[in-house]
């Protein structure tokens, strides 16, 4: 089939002009299994503030070579998913997906990461592998009592993952098989499960190693990974996740630019993409402004597993707060520790909730929520996305 008439056919099957009347829009969190090992400020799944969630996707289980599936963490998945007592839970509690039913939430298995794609390329190449990596979601969706699967497969053709240019055929058919068998289960018991994939934002990448207009009407949405535009692996500092292209940022490397990218070229509709917000930040050494050069990033001020928002705001008192206004992000300086960093706040991210109203998006995703899990329990970015996605009764169109 030609690709004129693939991308028309994704149109004539979502409506174009955003969410239908009534609907929801979503607000996924990726919830990480290892963070009891190094949390102190533990967001345990009790403390989850679900009202202000439509879905968890639980991060991560991975591929083995024979196409099974394993997690990441065995002692936290342990706790959370089954309940069981360990280091951080002391007696035997609900299971996540438990809690959230409770709650109205639907929780999602996220399977890969950037540290765990590397089966991929494999499984996703042989049919009898892929069979057998869709039927061990299937086993997962069972014992868990998940509401769907999310592949983080990072990235279909990157090398140092194991990819190839075969990829780009193999991914579409890895989750048309995932697909067909949650489809088939959906079937006999009565009820949808989900299929969404998290996405790229790098034209290249999408457009050579991906088939985006064949993947589309196979995944419920496109979870569009619209964070990490820049980081310390640049020459220059820059936003990590800018709304628009700022002072010296290039029109793709921002929220705006990747929806442009999968919505007018790739004619994917609005009510099937979630664009992603971070609960962390970038940080950068030996540098005091945006765009200038820098000296890596921090590993003194801040954990070894990143600036995630809740350290960013206890720090505050070391930094100066700037605003770029094109962007529609902030920045802090800090010329007692001669750092750089760029961040969301309140601010911002009120900024992403509204575009994706605006844009009649399906959504947000959020890496990850434990990021603005405070020492007194809020969660105050989440409280504002929450707060401005759901002020929107009818989404307008576009």
Request: glycine residues 10%; negative net charge.
């Amino acid at each position: 089939m030609k690709r004129r008439t693939l991308l028309l056919t994704i149109v004539a099957a979502c409506c174009l002009t955003g969410l239908a009347p009534g609907q929801t829009r979503e607000i996924i969190g990726y919830y990480p299994s290892w963070k009891w090992r190094t949390d102190k400020n533990l967001l345990t799944p009790e403390k989850i503030p679900f009202r202000n969630l439509t879905t968890i996707n639980y991060a991560f289980f991975f591929p083995l070579p024979d196409g099974t599936i394993v997690g990441r963490d065995s002692i936290g998945d342990a706790m959370i998913l089954q309940g069981s007592p360990g280091p951080a839970r002391d007696h035997k509690g609900s299971r996540l997906t438990d809690l959230a039913h409770r709650n109205g939430v639907k929780v999602l298995l996220s399977i890969g990461g950037w540290e765990e794609s590397g089966n991929f390329p494999l499984v996703a190449g042989d049919p009898a592998r892929r069979a057998r990596f869709a039927r061990a979601c299937i086993e997962r969706v069972v014992e868990f009592g998940f509401d769907g699967i999310d592949i983080d497969w990072e990235y279909p053709g990157f090398s140092d993952h194991n990819g190839t240019p075969a990829d780009r055929g193999n991914f579409t058919l890895l989750l048309q098989a995932v697909r067909d068998s949650l489809d088939r289960y959906g079937a006999e018991n009565g009820r949808h499960l989900l299929l969404t994939a998290a996405i790229p934002t790098d034209p290249g990448r999408t457009s050579r190693d991906m088939d985006i207009a064949r993947i589309a009407p196979i995944l419920d949405f496109l979870n569009i990974m619209t964070y990490d535009f820049y980081g310390p692996w640049d020459p220059r500092s820059n936003h990590n996740s800018p709304l628009y292209a700022g002072d010296g940022g290039d029109s793709t490397r921002c929220v705006d630019g990747a929806f442009t990218l999968f919505h007018t070229i790739y004619g994917v509709p609005p009510s099937k993409l979630t664009i992603g917000v971070p609960f962390y930040g970038q940080t950068y050494t030996h540098c005091t402004a945006l765009n200038t050069a820098h000296g890596g990033a921090d590993t003194v001020h801040f954990p070894r597993e990143g600036a995630f928002y809740w350290t960013i705001a206890q720090g505050m008192a070391n930094f100066d707060r700037f605003w770029d206004d094109r962007a529609k992000v902030p920045y802090l300086v800090s010329a007692s520790w001669n750092m750089f960093v760029s961040y969301d706040d309140e601010e911002s991210v009120r900024y992403k909730g509204e575009y994706a109203v605006e844009k009649g998006l399906n959504g947000i995703i959020i890496w990850e929520i434990s990021g603005d899990y405070m020492p007194d329990g809020r969660s105050p970015l989440l409280e504002v996305l929450s707060t401005t996605l759901r002020a929107a009764q009818s989404p307008r169109s576009h």
